[in-house]
C-alpha cells in the first residue's frame, strides 16, 4: 500500500492521508482530487510513504492523480514552506495559494479554446544608458551567480526601468528566467508593452488577478513547462514556477499593495528575498522612496545601496515644489486661486495638469444641516461616501450602497449637504471652470467602465488637458506633457494614529510630484497644506528623502517602532461582540503563560474601523527586539489558537503588519 499526505484548503494545522496505490516520490507538488466529508477536494501531494499512523479503516482512497501539469517544484515547496512557518498560516491554504483558481477546481484540466492575444507593439532599441544607469548595471552584473539585495534608489523620472530593461538582457543571456514584481494590476500593461518592445521574441508573460482563470492557469502552465522567460506580475506573481531563475526585480518595492491585506497576509517583496536566497541570484528593489525598513537595511549593510541622481531625459530637471494655505472652511471654493491660475496657465501652453486626491467618490459625507445627523453604513462604523453621478450612497469597506437620501432619517429633514471632496466633486468643480477641457477622472469607480491602457494612450496622445486622479495615477508612470500637479487635502495623515501615517503620505506626494515635469518642459507642483513647517514639508520642497528617512528613523529608534523591533498583530474578528472579547482575553493570557520576558505583549484594542461587514473586529500587538524570539512564541501560541479558537471567531496572525 502506498499513501501521501494531501494538503488541503482548510484552516486546519494538519496534512490529510490517503491511500493513493499509484502514486511514486516524482508525484510530491502534483494535484490530487481526495474525497473530504460528503464532497470532493483538490489538494496537492507533499509526500509518498508506505506506512500511516492512522488505522487502514479511517483512510480513504485518493479519486483522481493528475499528470497532467508540471507539479509544484521542490524550490516552490520548500518557499511555501516557510511562508507557511513565518506567517503562522495553515501549510494547506499556502500550497494551495500557490495555484491559479482554475486548476483547484475538482474537474479535469482543458487548455483554454482561445487564446489572449499578445499586445502588438513596435520593437524599440536600447537608448544610451547615462553614466549612473551604467554604474548600476555594471555593479549588478559583476555578481550576477550570488545572492545579494540591491536598492536601487532613483529619483522620479531617473530611468530606473532602463535599467531593468539591461539586467534583463544580461540575464536572458546567461539562459535564465526572470521575475518582475509590480504593485498595481494597472501598471502590467504598461511595463509588458515596454518589454514586448525590447525582447519581441522572448516568451512572456503577465500574472494577475485581472487575467481570466483558464487564460491565467494556461500561462502558469507554460511557465512551469520551461515555455517562459520573462514573467511580470503583482504579488502573486512570487510563488511562479520558474526553474530557472536568474534574477529577480521588485519595482516599487515600497508600495504597500505588496503585503496581503487578508487571509494569508504575507509580504511579497520579503519572499522575493527569500527565494533569491534559495537560488543565489541577485535581487533588485527599485523605488525612489524605499521603504524604511529597506533604507535601514541599506544603511546597516545588508542590502547595497546604488542611486540614480539625474533624470534620464536630457534637459529634463527635478519640479519646483510650492506650499499653499489650505482653506479649511466647509464653504470656501473647491480649488485654491493659486491651482486655478496654475490650470489656466497649462491650458493655454497646451500642456497637461494634474489633481491628486487620494478619495474617490464625490464626496466623504452627507450631513443633516439641523441635527447633525450623519449618512452611515448599517454593517460597519463607517460614514458612507456620496457618489452623486450615480446617485448613490456607497460604504468603501464592506460595499453596502444604497440611494441617495433626500432627509434626514433622524429628524426628517430635507436641509442635507456634503462635505469634504472626492475625485468626481473635483471632476465636476473643473468642468464648471473650464467647459471646453478635456477632463479625464482616474480611480477605481472610473476603471471599471473604461479599459486603463486605452486611457493612457489618450494621455500620451495629447488627447487629455486636465487629470484627476487618486494614487492609481502617481505609481510609475511617464507622461512628457505633464507639467502641473497639485494635490490637494493631504493633511489628514498627519492626524493618524499609525506611526507609519508620515512615510506613507510622504511616498505619495513626492511619487505624485515626480510625474511633472518628465519632458523638457520645467514642472511644478502645488501642495495644500495647514501645516508648511512641518519636518516633511520641508525635506519634501527640497526632494530631499534621505533627510525625511532618517529623521523619521530616529524617531522610530526613541519610541522603538520597525525597524528597531518586530511586531505581529492579532487579529479576531466575529458577528457578537461579546465572544470575540472573550476569546482575544483568554488568547492574551495564554501568550502571558508561555513566559517569554522579552516580549511586550500590549492590551486588547479596537482599530480604527471597529466595525466592517457586521464583523465586529480586535486586535492584539506583541513586539520583540528579536525575530527568532518572536518566531519561537508565535508557533507555540498558534497551536494553542488552533486547539481553542471557537468556530465562530475568525483569527488571524498578521506577522509584519504595515498598519496597527
Known amino acids: 500500500m502506498i499513501f501521501i499526505e494531501v494538503a488541503l484548503d482548510l484552516p486546519l ?105 499578445a499586445i502588438n507593439v513596435a520593437v524599440t532599441s536600447a537608448p544610451q544608458l547615462n553614466l549612473e544607469q551604467r554604474h548600476a548595471c555594471d555593479e549588478i552584473n559583476q555578481h550576477d551567480d550570488e545572492f545579494r539585495i540591491w536598492l536601487l534608489q532613483g529619483i522620479t523620472g531617473s530611468g530606473k526601468t532602463e535599467v531593468y530593461l539591461e539586467l534583463v ?51 502558469w502552465i507554460d511557465v512551469a513547462s520551461g515555455k517562459i522567460q520573462i514573467v511580470l506580475g503583482t504579488r502573486l506573481a512570487i510563488f511562479a514556477p520558474l526553474d530557472h531563475l536568474g534574477l529577480i526585480i521588485i519595482d516599487e518595492e515600497h508600495d504597500s499593495s505588496y503585503k496581503q491585506a487578508e487571509g494569508m497576509r504575507y509580504h511579497a517583496r520579503d519572499l522575493a528575498i527569500m527565494r533569491g536566497q534559495y537560488n543565489a541570484i541577485p535581487v533588485v528593489l527599485g523605488s525612489a522612496t524605499p521603504s524604511l525598513e529597506s533604507w535601514w537595511n541599506a544603511k546597516q549593510g545588508r542590502y547595497q545601496l546604488i542611486k540614480l541622481t539625474e533624470r534620464a531625459h536630457q534637459g529634463a530637471t527635478l519640479p519646483d515644489i510650492q506650499l499653499i494655505k489650505a482653506n479649511l472652511k466647509h464653504d470656501s471654493p473647491t480649488l485654491s486661486l493659486e491651482i486655478i491660475h496654475a490650470i489656466e496657465e497649462r491650458l493655454t501652453k497646451g500642456q497637461q495638469s494634474l489633481i491628486f486626491i487620494n478619495r474617490r467618490g464625490f464626496a466623504p459625507v452627507l450631513m443633516c444641516n439641523q441635527c447633525q445627523w450623519l449618512a452611515t453604513c448599517p454593517d460597519c462604523q463607517t460614514r458612507l461616501v456620496v457618489h452623486r453621478r450615480q446617485q448613490r450612497l456607497r460604504c468603501h469597506h464592506c460595499n453596502y450602497q444604497r440611494p441617495i437620501d433626500h432627509h434626514c432619517r433622524q429628524c426628517h429633514s430635507e436641509d442635507l449637504t456634503t462635505l469634504g471632496e472626492g475625485t468626481q466633486k473635483i471632476e465636476e468643480s473643473l468642468q464648471e471652470l473650464w467647459p471646453k477641457a478635456r477632463i479625464l477622472r482616474i480611480d477605481s469607480d472610473s476603471l471599471q467602465s473604461k479599459s486603463w491602457a486605452t486611457q493612457i494612450q489618450d494621455i500620451h496622445a495629447g488627447e487629455v488637458d486636465i487629470l484627476v486622479g487618486t494614487q492609481i495615477l502617481i505609481k510609475g508612470h511617464d507622461f512628457p506633457k505633464l507639467t502641473l500637479v497639485a494635490a490637494i487635502n493631504v493633511d489628514s495623515a498627519l492626524y493618524s494614529s499609525d506611526f507609519r501615517a508620515s512615510e506613507r503620505l510622504f511616498t505619495q506626494l513626492l511619487q505624485a510630484a515626480g510625474r511633472a515635469g518628465r519632458g523638457s518642459d520645467k514642472g511644478q507642483v502645488l501642495i495644500e497644506t495647514a501645516f508648511p513647517q512641518h519636518p516633511l514639508f520641508e525635506a519634501l520642497i527640497d526632494h530631499d528623502y534621505q533627510r525625511f528617512a532618517d529623521n523619521e528613523l530616529e524617531e522610530r529608534r526613541l519610541f522603538g517602532f520597525p525597524p528597531f523591533c518586530y511586531q505581529a498583530l492579532l487579529r479576531g474578528s466575529a458577528t457578537e461582540l461579546s465572544p470575540l472579547q472573550q476569546f482575544m482575553r483568554e488568547a492574551r493570557e495564554a501568550l502571558k503563560r508561555l513566559s517569554y520576558e522579552d516580549i511586550t505583549l500590549f492590551d486588547v484594542v479596537a482599530p480604527t474601523l471597529h466595525k466592517i461587514g457586521n464583523k465586529y473586529r480586535l486586535q492584539l500587538l506583541l513586539q520583540c527586539h528579536s525575530r527568532p524570539l518572536l518566531q519561537q512564541a508565535l508557533s507555540q501560541w498558534s497551536d494553542y489558537l488552533f486547539s481553542y479558537a471557537p468556530h465562530s471567531i475568525n483569527w488571524v496572525i498578521d506577522v509584519d503588519p504595515i498598519d496597527c
Not at 507533499?46 to 524550490?75: F, G, M, Y
Not at 498560516?89 to 479554446?113: F, R
Not at 494590476?185 to 518592445?197: D, G, K, M, S, Y
Request: proline share 8%; net charge positive.
Open 13 to 117: 494545522n494538519t496534512l490529510f492521508d490517503y491511500q493513493c496505490d499509484e502514486a511514486t516520490p516524482d508525484d510530491i507538488g502534483r494535484r490530487v482530487k481526495v474525497p473530504f466529508g460528503r464532497d470532493e477536494k483538490v489538494g496537492v501531494i507533499l509526500n509518498v510513504k508506505d506506512h500511516s499512523t492512522l488505522p487502514l479503516d479511517k483512510i480513504k482512497k485518493a479519486t483522481t492523480l493528475w499528470r497532467d501539469v508540471p507539479p509544484l517544484s521542490e524550490e516552490i515547496l520548500r518557499l511555501l514552506h516557510f511562508t507557511s512557518h513565518y506567517y503562522q498560516h495553515p501549510l494547506g491554504p499556502v500550497v494551495l495559494h500557490a495555484l491559479p483558481p482554475a486548476l483547484k477546481k475538482t474537474n479535469d484540466w482543458q487548455a483554454p479554446k482561445k487564446r489572449s492575444k
Open 169 to 219: 538582457k544580461q540575464t536572458l543571456g546567461r539562459g535564465k528566467q526572470v521575475l518582475i514584481l509590480v504593485p498595481e494590476i494597472n501598471l502590467t500593461p504598461l511595463i509588458e508593452q515596454r518589454f514586448q518592445a525590447r525582447f519581441p521574441a522572448t516568451g512572456m508573460v503577465s500574472l494577475h488577478s485581472g487575467v481570466g482563470e483558464k487564460e491565467r492557469a494556461q500561462r
